[in-house]
Nanobody
C-alpha cells in the first residue's frame, strides 16, 4: 500500500491563493506520474493537473494560467500552486500517483473559496 499525504487546503476568498502539497514514498515518487484531481459536491472527480515523471505538465482548461503543478524529487513532494481562486474551484482536492495501470490516491484536502 502506498500512502500519499496531502496538506495545504483551507478557506480563501476569491482572488486568493493556496498551495497544496502531497508527499509520496521515496520508492515510487521518481518514477510515477503525479496529479491533482478535485471533486465538488454532486459532481464527478475531475483532473486538475498532472506532471509526469519526466516533468511534462498538463492542465484542465478551467485552471490554465491560474494553477501550477510542480514536483520536488529531492523531497518526494508534488505541489499545486493555486492563484486567482474562484468559488467554482471549491472542492476536495486529491493527490494521485500513477504508473501504467497502477494508481494510488490521497485522502483529500478541502479547498473552499468563499465570498
Amino acid at each position: 500500500q502506498v500512502q500519499l499525504v496531502e496538506s495545504g487546503g483551507g478557506l480563501v476568498q476569491p482572488g486568493g491563493s493556496l498551495r497544496l502539497s502531497c508527499a509520496a514514498p521515496e520508492r515510487i515518487f521518481s518514477i510515477y506520474d503525479m496529479g491533482w484531481y478535485r471533486q465538488a459536491p454532486g459532481k464527478q472527480r475531475e483532473l486538475v493537473a498532472v506532471i509526469t515523471s519526466g516533468g511534462s505538465t498538463n492542465y484542465a482548461d478551467s485552471v490554465k494560467g491560474r494553477f501550477t503543478i510542480s514536483r520536488d524529487n529531492a523531497k518526494n513532494t508534488v505541489y499545486l500552486q493555486m492563484s486567482s481562486l474562484k468559488p467554482e474551484d471549491t472542492a476536495v482536492y486529491y493527490c494521485n500517483a500513477k504508473i501504467r495501470i497502477v494508481g494510488y490516491w490521497g485522502q483529500g484536502t478541502q479547498v473552499t473559496v468563499y465570498s
